[in-house]
């Protein structure tokens, strides 16, 4: 069932984060839904609701033009009815003013974002607020970003030293202009598999200032990857070659969900796993050439994969929870 951004965070708020996974091919929807509903095998496994997750399907502008937007939409679609107790968002991920819009009137998403974290304080506002606008006419919640996080989102690179800490005063009046919903904040983390040279991490005294300024209003993390080691050592001994890798750990989800992070966004772990599976398998069997002989154990790891993400996230078990919240009755 497809329901508001709004609704699950009011559920999620201060008690732990709803993962937002990007998707692009059906092998990843398929091994999201399974995931989070605690079902690694396969689509037919009874339901684990120790294990079941509210969550966010995230589309990015890459993924909506990788095939076809419709493509994604059906899949979703699809999805819903191969898995009707599921409970998710479908959300655009870092949207242009013109992309926001699209998905706005197509009636599909539950909330979009808009992403002018690059342009100046007040274009951002005002690019804001005309999405804000658009969205409310139609029961759609918006995600803005203030703060410059580092890496490569699209077509738009930061460069570490030109990415900036999220700045608390200037959170509050940002929010109180555009009518933003959430906030992406830059506490520290970049997008990609490259997110920290040295000791640094999450700057969880930033999260607190800005959630003192703005209690009970969700903020969003970008570039939440924790860059898996055993992942990352997987696909380098199939063939790989991906150095220095660092990500979040997952032991820091928790407290940032505390601290009102309530969405956390999950794209290059994802990643990761495809190419384990992918690289290992065709050096396992290297006469193969048939696609599902990767596709299969791919959805079945991906599952897997999701679930242990929302197990670190504090959402796993609490699908039932959500769904009796939304049917009005107490959990
Ligand atoms: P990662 O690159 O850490 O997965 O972040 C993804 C993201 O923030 C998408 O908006």
């Not at 990015?60 to 899949?75: C, I, N, T, V």
């Not at 994802?270 to 193969?288: M, N, Q, S, T, Y």
Request: aromatic share 8%.
């Amino acid at each position: 069932m497809i329901v508001t951004t709004k609704e699950l965070f009011t559920q999620a708020y201060g008690k732990y984060a709803v993962g937002a996974y990007n998707i692009n091919n059906l092998e990843q929807t398929i091994g999201l839904f399974r995931g989070n509903l605690g079902k690694a095998g396969s689509n037919d496994e009874p339901t684990n609701p120790a294990k079941s997750a509210p969550f966010i399907i995230q589309i990015s502008r890459g993924a909506r033009s990788y095939s076809d937007k419709r493509f994604l939409e059906a899949l979703i679609r699809t999805a819903e009815d191969v898995f009707p107790e599921a409970i998710f968002a479908v959300h655009l991920d870092h949207g242009t003013e013109e992309v926001c819009y699209d998905c706005i009137e197509s009636g599909f998403y539950s909330s979009v974002m808009i992403d002018a974290s690059h342009e100046s304080f007040e274009d951002n506002i005002a690019i804001t607020r005309r999405v804000v606008e658009r969205a409310h006419e139609r029961g759609i919640s918006v995600e803005a970003e203030l703060g410059m996080l580092g890496g490569v989102e699209e077509d738009i690179e930061v460069s570490a030293e030109h990415a900036c800490l999220t700045d608390p005063d200037q959170a509050v009046e940002f929010v109180e202009r555009s009518g933003c919903d959430s906030l992406a904040v830059a506490i520290g983390t970049s997008h990609g598999a490259y997110k920290f040279t040295g000791n640094q991490g999450l700057h969880f005294d930033r999260i607190q200032a800005i959630q003192d300024l703005l209690p009970g209003f969700p903020l969003v993390m970008h570039g939440s990857s924790s860059v898996p080691k055993e992942w990352v050592e997987r696909i380098n001994a199939a063939g790989g070659q991906l150095p220095n890798t660092s990500g979040v750990p997952e032991k820091d989800y928790l407290p940032a969900a505390k601290l009102g992070v309530t969405k956390v966004n999950i794209d290059t772990d994802g990643r990761l796993v495809w190419c384990a599976i992918h690289r290992e398998v065709f050096r396992d069997k290297p006469a193969d050439f048939d696609l599902r002989t990767a596709g299969k154990p791919f959805m079945a790891a991906y599952a897997e994969f999701i679930t242990k993400k929302n197990e670190a996230l504090g959402s796993a078990g609490q699908l039932e929870a959500v769904r009796a919240a939304l049917s009005g009755v107490n959990a």
